[in-house]
């Protein structure tokens, strides 16, 4: 192997096998279960050995954390301000 292919080879990881399946819930209407239904899915994924991100985009209203019983530090409206104003200084 020469120097040249095994730089390149350690410098970028193992490509997966095949892509992460994306599954976005969303409807136009609101109190329809989009959130108790992305836990739940989020929830099986996890009981069946397999990992997951579960983001919700309710800027305003994201409620995820009550869903499962956890408590969250900051909005990400709070986080993102915070961000704003560390970067304007």
Request: with cysteine; aromatic share 6%.
């Amino acid at each position: 192997m020469s120097a040249s292919t095994a730089s390149a080879s350690q410098q970028s990881p193992m490509p997966r096998a095949r892509p992460a399946p994306i599954f976005a819930v969303a409807s136009g209407k609101g109190g329809v279960g989009k959130t108790w239904l992305s836990t739940m899915l989020a929830c099986a994924f996890g009981r069946a050995g397999m990992r997951s991100l579960l983001v919700d985009c309710d800027l305003g209203l994201a409620n995820i954390d009550v869903q499962l019983g956890v408590r969250r530090k900051r909005t990400c409206i709070r986080s993102c301000a915070a961000f704003w104003s560390s970067t304007r200084r």
